[in-house]
């Protein structure tokens, strides 16, 4: 539970340094964002985490590569970058539904935001409003079986091997309907860098 805290409390930081930075108001990030002020400043005083989708509204409400929001210090682009994450480094974040285990965070500028998803919602009542934002997504099914659900096909059962790809500004979501909880593999383009050279 501590560790939690203090990657809620890590998030809250950068969004006040980015936000002061910009010299905005917490008014001033919401309207550009569309999150809530009180969302905000829960979010800047430790006490909630974001899905991926207010992540990235977050983001693009900034103005900022979504991995900004997980960078604990700047960096800069450079040519022949690499990183890696070794096993229990990755950026967890909480949520009803998801729990985002977030790769490659200490690199900013990135294409594609990684990321291990374990599916905790069991049904398509618990999961709410489907989720929509900018960018598409590649889910690779690691163990467990999810039903995708999304605005213009029926839901569909994805088992171990098997993947989707779509389109996320098509409302979509994911839910666990095997024994447990199911855990996939994420990638998301990232919009800032879609389509740059």
């Known amino acids: 539970m501590a560790v939690e805290k203090n990657r809620t409390n890590a ?13 905005w ?44 929001l997980f960078a604990s210090k ?10 890696i994450t070794r096993k229990g ?15 490659s965070t200490d690199m900013l500028d990135i ?24 960018g598409e997504e590649f889910v ?5 079986i999810i039903e995708v659900h999304t605005d213009f096909y029926e839901p569909v059962q994805l088992g171990p091997g098997e993947s989707i790809y779509l389109d996320s500004k098509m409302g979509h979501c994911s839910i666990s309907v095997g024994e447990g909880d199911a855990k996939v593999l994420c990638v998301c383009s990232n919009p800032f860098t879609v389509g740059d050279s």
Do not use: C, W
């Not at 998030?11 to 910009?22: E, S």
């Not at 480094?89 to 790769?103: D, L, N, R």
């Open 11 to 23: 998030l809250g930081v950068r969004l006040r340094r980015l936000r002061k930075q910009k010299g």
């Open 25 to 68: 108001t917490l008014a001033q990030v919401s309207s550009n964002s569309g999150l809530a002020i009180s969302t905000l400043s829960k979010v800047e005083n430790g006490q909630i985490s974001l899905t991926y989708d207010n992540l990235l509204k977050l983001a693009e409400g900034l103005g900022v590569n979504i991995s900004e």
């Open 74 to 83: 700047d960096s800069t682009s450079i040519s022949g970058r690499r990183t």
């Open 89 to 103: 480094e990755a950026k967890i974040v909480e949520t009803p539904s998801y729990q985002y285990h977030y790769h």
């Open 111 to 134: 294409r594609v935001i990684p990321m291990v998803v374990v599916v905790k919602a069991r049904s398509r009542e618990e999961f709410g409003e489907l989720l929509r934002h900018s």
């Open 140 to 144: 690779y099914v690691i163990e467990g």
